[in-house]
């Protein structure tokens, strides 16, 4: 089993910075995948953005030059640099890892961004 912890959300005003980060624990062998998903209300969960065991990495159209993320193998740990962010942003953020074909999920730390 994996478990991940999720810390760096918060309130924060149209146009500031957060940094999520997750780290992972348990029984590790190494992720083919490290990301994170997000949750508004009433919506459906979505990708936010995530990196491969080769470097590769995916955005949503809607944060792409605002969201950095980054992955430390010998840590285990996935990090989200969110810049500009904006109301839209708002949601519960969920940190994702896909190990051995199973997917593993955190439970999720909420962003708020006041207009």
């Known amino acids: 089993q994996v478990q991940l912890a999720e810390s760096g959300g918060g309130l924060v005003q149209d146009g500031g910075s957060l940094r999520l980060s997750c780290v992972a624990s348990?029984?590790?062998?190494?992720?083919?995948?490290m990301g994170w998903y997000r949750q508004a209300p009433g919506k459906q969960r979505e990708l936010v953005a995530t990196v491969r065991t080769g470097g590769s990495t995916t955005y949503a159209d809607s944060v792409k030059g605002r969201f950095t993320i980054s992955r430390d193998n010998a840590k285990n740990t996935v990090s989200l640099q969110m810049n500009s962010l904006k109301p839209e942003d708002t949601a519960v953020y969920y940190c994702h890892v896909v190990q051995r074909a199973a997917d593993y999920w955190g439970q999720g730390t909420q962003v708020t961004v006041s207009s």
């Open positions: 348990g029984s590790i062998f190494g992720f083919s995948a």
